[in-house]
């Protein structure tokens, strides 16, 4: 702890001991215990260094007046005190421990019934369990009755904090079994960390009973009861060890099987992470592998698919049980489809009619579906011995259903007609459904369904009663489909012409979500495409699924869509699309001028945000593609020109990010041959900031073979030309910090690149006199030149004269003032500046420092009245 937190915290003491009452800002207490607890983990004794913290837990537990906030904060802060063997003894020398923790005492005040003091008194014992004095300190205090009795509070947050407590004691105490033994953390305790063997046997004998007695509900209304046991069981068996865990199958065996046969719906889940806890943690335990066969056997269908499905979810290597739970999820879709997923003979033909009745109600039979679909691909992937049917058969399944959800299905080639009406329509059931087709790619032998799956998914795309996310949906299967295929010979002309129509009309759809994923979708395809290209030339999906049509047209058109989400993701499509000619540095066409003009046009007068940063993110992805010399080079490095002008100046601080790395692109490429450049530094080295989402697309630049045969100072004319060194520094003096700290980053890179200091300064001069930057007499340039003037200011008066009177010059309203690239890179003090951007606004307003004095500036100004009290908000 500093000096200055020191001096300040028996002030902080008395102003919390003093009233009693809670402070303006109510997170102020969470913030001081956050601090302690920092420096108590670091190794630091907080009783030596802030002696005053006995006195105030003392005052505030024996001042009737003090707030249940703060009362809660004595518990808390008590208990971290008490975390050390150490502290924990002179604490007890002061008899703190009994007044805080006494349980009487706060009943008797009438203060028990407040939830923040039975959060404080729980999560204080919780902090103070740490060492065997401790436990010895509950067990005597018979703290452990109330503790089970709070496993059932009315506050559920109290109650799992209940849950979590008793978890801690059980596991954190349980003696340490041989090295390597299963499912337990070997790490060695200290002697003073065994617990005495008579502490801990009492606490495991007293939860285990509670567990025993509490886990079959007497009533309905002790449900609740049990699912909290369930949970709390659940932990403890998938952490214990051998000793521990076999004492608390044994006390539960015959809990839990009355609760299996007892077969409460509202229990099948947390009951089987409870089997299922117990057979990852004992292995084949007889009577464990018999409760979960008998979960796998339950009469209830619905309660049965979750066991089943709860089962495949953890990955147990089960053999028999994988291949119970397998055909139990398959049963429903049989019964569905008419599919044979389970052959002619069936060991769940005993659920066949519980099944089907229950599938006639319209809710239940949508709820298993769903849950049959979601296992699906994980079935698939399991053992052949184990599956029923062959993959395949599940991906006809799963196109059969869609095909029943839509209508188009004739009921006479379903299997039970009564049952699969319920799922047409059914939105929830298309989307799962088409969630597991786009998983089932991976399925062995799915290729050969695929014809079949792009039909169903064009019938999708034209149904006009298929909702946006279906929509949606469909487009992204049809996607994965394509990027497995290689062999696009199934395509017919129909099929291709349908597709074709129907992307032309969703792109003129009435909702806008249907059109930004057709837009999405058509840009997607083109990705794909390229990566099959690039994998076996002979391959073009793009031709084989569109037939040549070009999708740039409905592209251009969707960028003057009126919704912003629309013009950005078409903007970002016709990125995809391009990329391919980019690459081969193919001709220049007719409309890439006037897609160029139109996305100009939008970054400089779009309202939006979305589509000005697209617009940005279209240059960059051309810049880091393209190919010279070609056709399209001079567009493009006109475009960038623009783009970086415009960019610089823009609202948006996303936009103003992207520019900067279309500028490190130009940067890469004058200077990637010269020595000392460090291409990339900013992705290498910048640490991940929490002020927004930027790309993390990497962007490689399309190598060029180039010399640099005029030296740096050409090459840093060339980006002083083209506008890159205007646009970093008007990105150094940005407001926005993202802006400046990667504008910061570039400019040290140059700076290394074309004036390192291990060539003089009177060398770097003489190389680079003659490369200067104009910066405008307003705005950024104003602010850079003020930077300038600074620290000219601290040099000897009679040093760069010229220089400064060139610096003068630029008044208010003054046009502009040219000034040497190398010298301000110099004197900008980038270094020092770089050290405040990379820290947070946090090292000083979130500092203990500032904490204490808030809370005695707040304590000052809640004394007069009419005053309004204002705190720091981070």
């Known amino acids: 702890m500093d000096r200055e937190c020191a001096l300040l915290l028996p002030g902080v003491c008395a102003v919390l001991s003093g009233s009693g009452s809670s402070l303006p800002d109510d997170t102020s207490l969470e913030k001081l215990l956050d601090w302690f607890t920092g420096i108590t983990e670091a190794g630091g004794s907080l009783l030596e260094a802030c002696p005053c913290l006995l006195k105030l837990i003392s005052t505030v537990v024996h001042n009737a007046a003090s707030d249940p906030g703060v009362l809660s904060f004595a518990l808390r802060l008590t208990g971290l005190l008490a975390a050390t063997e150490e502290s924990f003894e002179t604490i007890q020398e002061h008899s703190v421990l009994n007044e805080v923790f ?36 509950f067990v005597q205090s018979e703290f452990i009755d ?28 349980q003696p340490v079994p041989p090295a390597g033994c ?7 305790k200290d002697d003073g960390m065994t617990p005495s063997s008579t502490d ?38 998938a952490q214990a060890g051998p000793p521990l865990r076999d004492k608390l199958l044994q006390t539960v065996g015959d809990s839990l099987e009355e609760l299996v046969t007892a077969g409460s719906s509202e229990l099948t889940l947390p009951l089987m992470d409870v089997i299922l806890s117990a057979c990852s943690s004992s292995g084949t335990d007889e009577r464990i592998t018999r409760l979960l066969s008998s979960m796998l056997n339950i009469n209830k269908p619905a309660d049965l698919i979750h066991a089943a499905a709860a089962f495949l979810r953890r990955g147990q290597h089960d053999t028999v049980h994988t291949a119970r739970a397998v055909r139990i999820l398959l049963l429903p879709l049989d019964i569905m489809t008419g599919q044979t997923l389970l052959g002619t003979i069936s060991t769940a033909d005993e659920h066949q009619f519980s099944v089907v009745e229950q599938l006639k109600s319209k809710s239940s039979c949508i709820s298993i579906i769903c849950v049959c679909l979601s296992n699906t691909p994980q079935i698939t992937l399991t053992p052949p011995d184990v599956l029923p049917c062959l993959p395949v058969s599940i991906v006809t399944t799963v196109l059969s259903l869609l095909k029943i959800c839509s209508g188009n299905s004739p009921s006479s080639s379903t299997g039970c007609s009564e049952v699969s009406r319920n799922v047409i329509g059914s939105g929830k059931v298309q989307k799962c459904a088409l969630e597991a087709l786009t998983t089932l790619t991976s399925s062995p032998g799915a290729k050969e369904r695929i014809s079949e799956v792009f039909t169903v998914l064009i019938q999708y795309l034209e149904n006009p009663d298929s909702d946006p996310t279906v929509l949606h949906k469909s487009y992204q299967a049809l996607l994965k489909w394509t990027s497995v295929c290689t062999d696009f010979s199934f395509i017919t002309d129909q099929l291709r012409h349908d597709l074709v129509e129907v992307v032309k009309k969703r792109v003129c759809d009435m909702r806008w979500e249907v059109k930004d994923s057709t837009v999405e979708f058509l840009g997607h395809l083109a990705g794909v495409c390229d990566s099959i290209k690039a994998a076996a030339e002979e391959c073009d999906s793009s031709e084989a699924l569109l037939g040549g049509c070009s999708t740039t047209p409905l592209l251009r058109e969707a960028l003057q869509d009126s919704e912003s989400y629309v013009r950005a993701s078409a903007i970002s499509a016709l990125a995809k699309t391009l990329t391919h000619r980019w690459q081969q540095g193919a001709t220049l066409t007719e409309e890439e001028p006037e897609i160029v003009s139109r996305l100009l046009e939008i970054l400089s007068q779009d309202s939006e945000g979305f589509p000005r940063r697209a617009v940005v993110q279209y240059f960059i992805s051309w810049y880091s593609s393209h190919s010279p010399p070609s056709s399209s080079s001079s567009l493009l490095m006109q475009s960038v020109r623009s783009v970086l002008s415009q960019g610089r100046a823009d609202l948006d601080w996303e936009v103003k990010v992207h520019t900067l790395v279309l500028a490190e692109l130009l940067l890469d490429e004058a200077f990637s041959g010269h020595p000392g450049y460090k291409k990339g530094s900013d992705s290498h080295h910048a640490p991940p900031h929490a002020y927004g989402v930027v790309s993390e697309q990497a962007y490689t630049l399309h190598t060029h073979t180039a010399t640099h045969t005029e030296g740096a100072e050409s090459d840093l004319a060339v980006v002083v030309e083209q506008g890159v060194v205007s646009v970093l520094l008007s990105g150094l003096v940005d407001c926005d910090r993202p802006v400046a700290l990667k504008a910061c980053r570039l400019l040290i890179t140059l700076r290394e690149t074309v004036c390192p200091l291990s060539l003089g300064a009177l060398d770097a001069s003489a190389a680079m006199a003659t490369v200067s930057c104009e910066l405008p007499g307003c705005g950024w340039g104003r602010e850079i030149i003020k930077i300038l003037k600074m620290k000219k200011s601290d040099q000897a008066k009679e040093e760069d004269i010229a220089d400064q009177r060139g610096l003068n010059g630029a008044e208010e309203g003054a046009d502009s003032v040219c000034v040497s690239v190398c010298e301000a890179l110099r004197s900008l003090g980038l270094d020092e500046r770089m050290e405040v951007l990379t820290q947070s606004s946090d090292h000083i307003h979130n500092s203990p420092l500032s904490l204490l004095q808030d809370i005695l500036t707040a304590s000052a100004t809640h004394t007069k009245p009419g005053e309004e009290v204002i705190v720091d908000c981070y």
């Open 102 to 137: 006494n349980l009487q005492h706060w009943q008797e005040a009438g203060l028990w019934e407040d939830p923040c003091l039975r959060i404080g008194w729980i999560q204080g014992l919780r902090s103070m369990l740490q060492h065997p004095k401790a436990l010895s300190f």
């Open 146 to 173: 109330p503790l089970l009795q709070l496993q059932t509070d009315t506050s559920l947050f109290i109650a799992a904090a209940a849950n979590q407590m008793l978890a801690h004691i059980l596991l954190f105490f």
């Open 182 to 188: 299963k499912g337990v953390d070997t790490k060695e």
């Open 200 to 237: 801990y046997t009492a606490v495991v004998k007293s939860i285990s009973g509670y567990l025993k007695e509490s886990l079959v509900p007497k009533e309905s209304k002790n449900v609740r009861q049990s699912l909290q046991t369930l949970k709390l069981l659940a932990l403890l068996l």
